[in-house]
């Protein structure tokens, strides 16, 4: 049993910049691959950005190529998405998902684990 906790959501004008984490709880946090997902009000929960385990491969939503950056410290059991350049459409709940299996699975949304998401507004 993996359980997620995010944080380092807020209020944010349009252009800044926010480091959301997400820390698990379990000793095998290092076999499991990792993404982030948001849902905005209205709209279904979308894929941000994932991170496996093996190899540290990196995957990237168009919408946040190039400002987002997703990154691991398996020391510390913990994955962290730097947001930057930050536009209003990025306003949404952000959740990070935990799956051990597969990447595939976890980036269409089938993550085994998921958290209880953070808010992240940004304004005009």
């Known amino acids: 049993q993996v359980q997620l906790a995010e944080s380092g959501g807020g209020l944010v004008q349009t252009g800044g910049s926010l480091r959301l984490s997400c820390v698990a709880s379990g000793r095998t946090f290092s076999t499991y691959s990792m993404a982030w997902f948001r849902q905005a009000p209205g709209k279904e929960r979308a894929f941000v950005a994932a991170?496996?385990?093996?190899?540290?491969?990196?995957l990237y939503a168009d919408s946040v190529k190039g400002r987002f950056t997703i990154s691991r410290d398996n020391a510390k059991n913990a994955v962290y998405l730097q947001m930057n350049s930050l536009k209003p459409e990025d306003t949404a709940v952000y959740y990070c998902a935990a799956d051990q299996n597969s990447f595939s699975q976890l980036v269409r949304g089938g993550g085994d684990y998921w958290g209880q998401g953070t808010q992240v507004t940004i304004s005009l």
């Open positions: 991170i496996s385990w093996a190899v540290g491969s990196t």
